[in-house]
């Protein structure tokens, strides 16, 4: 646990999962409401397979959805103005083949560019050879390019200053495993009960809980169930948070030559990304593969076992289209290597947020499948306006969003996907 102090027996809210999302939402529910009383949960509190930790941190405006671009907004304000974090400015750049795929990006950049976006459109090969020459634009048809507002940001350290400023303004974080959530006679979740430090067991009693755990937020359901008293029919986990790990290599290598202009997050054709690591002169670069293509991990659990790197997933998979794509990466050299987990939406990878059907107090905030870091800021205020005020007050509508979906068979899908 935090500090020495005595671990609250009651509190208004648990939020269970200390990462960037559960300490946004303690921070947000502090600000909204300094009279508020907040425990997290959290058993990693060194973030050593923390998703948030492990994330590249990257920024975007390149969405297909409008909330998810208004999310990321949000975001880039309140981590570069408010918390005063540094951000690189570095763009990105989406690729795109001749037919329905630029089209696809065509479409994109209207919407982006209408919420404000600097996105700019590079509608033929010609164009992007010359914004970029040293790419190989073979199949390359259309491009679009974040010029200003997208970039990356060290994402341990905007999880630490949230969960100190949520401490700061209150917050208590409990180190340990949550091991039960009980529920009334009703559908409201009563008490949360955590294996702490020294095999000490704590149950705190709520008004509120919040499902902030990633990849490992099913299981949090699942003891959810487990703990209903009253008998009444609930959809199964799989329908309620269809949420499991994924595990997602990152690569750091020199370049033996500068590659000028600089690279911005480059995302490709083939399923990979990649952007410069430092200044151009650095001659560093960070990629790794593409969410969309297909697991070489498949059985990931979620573990410490499973974030052993691949190296033959980069030399046999990422070199050779990295090296197409641009042709100065024929000669790098492996700097540096990690793995971490996306929490990944089976459904249809996006955000699981709002009331998790079947309980009155239960909430979720998981399941972004890969850019949850660049909105943790916008989805922790989410949630702690729907415990405060019962509804999204200054964020977008999140509805789209809600966590309900799945049950309902609804999909909200997301074309531009890393």
Not at 39 to 45: F, G, K, L, P, S
Not at 167 to 180: H, T
């Amino acid at each position: 646990m935090a500090g020495t102090a005595a671990v609250r027996r009651a509190v208004d809210v648990v939020v269970l999962g200390g990462g960037a999302m559960g300490s946004s939402v303690a921070h947000w529910l502090g600000r909204l409401d300094p009279t508020i009383t907040v425990a997290v949960i959290e058993r990693d509190t060194s973030y050593t397979l923390a998703s948030s930790a492990l994330s590249v941190g990257s920024l975007r405006n390149h969405f297909s959805l409008e909330a998810n671009i208004k999310m990321s907004q949000f975001g880039l304000g309140f981590i570069r103005d408010e918390l005063q974090l540094p951000f690189d400015e570095g763009g990105y750049a989406f690729l795109a083949p001749p037919g329905p795929g630029g089209d696809v990006l065509r479409e994109n950049a209207a919407l982006q560019q209408s919420l404000g976006a600097d996105i700019h459109l590079l509608d033929d090969a010609n164009a992007v050879k010359q914004e970029f020459p040293w790419l190989n634009t073979d199949g390359v048809a259309v491009a679009t390019v974040g010029r200003s507002g997208e970039g990356w940001f060290d994402p341990y350290l905007l999880t630490t200053s949230l969960k100190k400023s949520a401490e700061g303004l209150g917050a208590q974080f409990v180190r340990g495993n949550v091991v039960g959530i009980d529920s009334d006679d009703g559908d409201a979740v009563r008490s949360v009960t955590v294996a702490g430090e020294g095999g000490v067991v704590h149950e705190i009693t709520c008004g509120a809980a919040v499902v902030a755990g990633g990849c490992w937020s099913a299981g949090m359901v699942e003891m959810a169930l487990r703990g209903r008293r009253n008998g009444a029919a609930v959809a199964p986990v799989e329908q309620l948070m269809p949420v499991a790990p994924r595990k997602r290599q990152v690569f750091v290598f020199e370049c033996a030559e500068v590659v000028d202009p600089p690279v911005p997050l480059l995302v490709d054709i083939s399923g990979f990304y990649v952007r410069r690591d430092g200044p151009v002169s650095r001659k560093s670069f960070l990629c790794g593969g593409m969410e969309g293509t297909v697991s070489e991990d498949p059985d990931c659990k979620g573990v410490a076992a499973d974030l052993e790197v691949n190296h033959d997933y980069f030399y046999e998979e990422l070199w050779p289209r990295l090296a197409h794509r641009i042709p100065a990466f024929e000669a790098i050299k492996v700097t540096a290597q990690w793995a971490g987990f996306y929490d990944y939406n089976r459904w249809d990878q996006n955000a699981l947020l709002g009331h998790i059907p079947g309980f009155s107090n239960l909430f979720s905030v998981t399941g972004f499948s890969g850019h949850g870091v660049q909105q943790a800021p916008s989805a922790g205020l989410a949630i702690a306006e729907l415990i405060t005020h019962g509804e999204y007050k200054t964020q977008p509508d999140l509805t789209v969003f809600d966590v309900s979906r799945v049950a309902d068979g609804v999909k909200v899908l997301e074309r531009n996907i890393v």
